[in-house]
Structures are given as structure tokens and as C-alpha cells.
């Protein structure tokens, strides 16, 4: 699975938490097409987190955990997390963007969030055929009391993130899948999904070379 679920390490610990006015952040990075959490031991590979609060930057760390001060006050976040591995093969970069409401709590709560999972059919190497015409599963893990999946959309790029394209989503028995058709040459495909919930809480999650095509 390509993606980050929103699968805590140890279930005590959301991923995402507000504690009465602190954000925690436990974000983590790898996973494996059974959802497992790992992470990647490789040069180069980094973290960034960044939150804002009405649009107005709020704080940034290094890193895949970190903790934020946060107004009392009802206001619309943003958290950005990214994580870059340039000497990696696929995956050299991931970025997931949530929006979400958030308040004053009188103790700790899991923020109500949804991650975006791809589960492309591939070989042992990560790679599928130049050509084909791929449909790829969509997976949806939610923290908390995060609302119904409302919208799916998917973009497409065989050139790194450089151009996007629309892919095509099927919805059918309560699932979802992207439609790619791969081009015809040796390349990478980079994937970006977009999900608003019921509650209007949004994710954008980005894969850049999700996968390869020989």
C-alpha cells in the first residue's frame, strides 16, 4: 500500500491528537500493503511537518513527530507533512496535506482525520507493464470520528509531479478505484489523491514515483 494510514503504533497514541490546546504529531512513514508501519532505512531520508491556523503559519519541525501550541479558539487547520528520500528508488517523496476543524478539548482527543492508500497490482519489483491499463485500488484508514469519504479525485504524472493529469475513479460495491493507463515507455507513475469527508475535513495525498513501468 502507498501511502500513510492512520494506523498508531500503539492504539494509545493517535497519530493526530489534540490534548486539551496542544497538537501531538506522530506521523511516522513507511507502511506495508497489509497496512503494517515501518520506516525506511535509507540515506537522505527527512521529515518535515508545518501547521497553520486560518492560513497563518503556526510552527515547523523537522522530523515526523513533534507538538504545537494551539489557540483555544474554533479554528480551520492545515497540516502539512512531507517526507523526502532522494535515494530511494520509488517513494522519493510523499506529501500529505489535511484540513480540519479543531477546538478547545477538556482532556486529549484523536482529531477526526482520513489517510489515502493506493494498492496498485505490481510485481515483486514494484513495477507493472509499459502500456497497460491499470485500475487501482483506493483504501481509506480514518482516525476517530472522522466523517464518511464524500468526494474521491486523482491526478496522474509520469514526470515526476511536473504535470498532473486526471485519472478516472470507479466506484463500485463501496469502493473506489483510479483508472491509469501507463505509457508506453520505461518510467515512473506518481499518484495524488484528493478525499473530502462528510464533515468536510480534506486530504491530498501525493506519491511521487509510486511505482515504476518496464
Do not use: C
Amino acid at each position: 500500500m502507498l501511502g500513510l494510514p492512520m494506523t498508531p503504533a500503539y492504539p494509545e497514541y493517535p497519530i493526530v491528537e489534540r490534548r486539551v490546546d496542544e497538537l501531538l504529531l506522530r506521523l511516522g512513514g513507511y507502511a506495508d500493503a497489509e497496512g503494517h508501519l515501518g520506516y525506511a532505512d535509507a540515506d537522505g531520508v527527512g521529515g518535515r511537518i508545518a501547521v497553520y491556523r486560518d492560513g497563518k503559519l503556526v510552527g515547523e519541525r523537522e522530523g515526523a513527530y513533534a507538538g504545537f501550541d494551539m489557540d483555544p479558539g474554533r479554528a480551520r487547520y492545515r497540516l502539512e507533512y512531507s517526507v523526502t528520500a532522494p535515494s530511494l528508488r520509488l517513494s522519493t517523496r510523499r506529501d500529505t496535506v489535511w484540513e480540519f476543524d479543531s477546538a478547545h478539548n477538556a482532556s486529549s482527543v484523536a482529531l477526526p482525520l482520513t489517510a489515502i492508500g493506493f494498492a496498485p497490482d505490481l510485481d515483486l519489483t514494484n513495477t507493472a507493464k509499459a502500456g497497460r491499463v491499470m485500475t487501482i485500488p483506493i483504501t481509506f484508514t480514518r482516525q476517530a470520528t472522522a466523517g464518511k469519504v464524500r468526494k474521491v479525485d486523482v491526478d496522474v504524472s509520469f514526470d515526476d509531479g511536473a504535470t498532473w493529469q486526471k485519472a478516472p475513479v470507479v466506484q463500485l460495491l463501496g469502493t473506489s478505484s483510479a483508472v491509469v493507463r501507463n505509457p508506453g515507455r520505461p518510467g515512473y507513475v506518481s499518484l495524488r489523491g484528493h478525499v473530502v469527508d462528510s464533515d468536510g475535513n480534506k486530504v491530498t495525498m501525493t506519491v511521487i514515483r509510486a511505482y515504476a513501468i518496464n
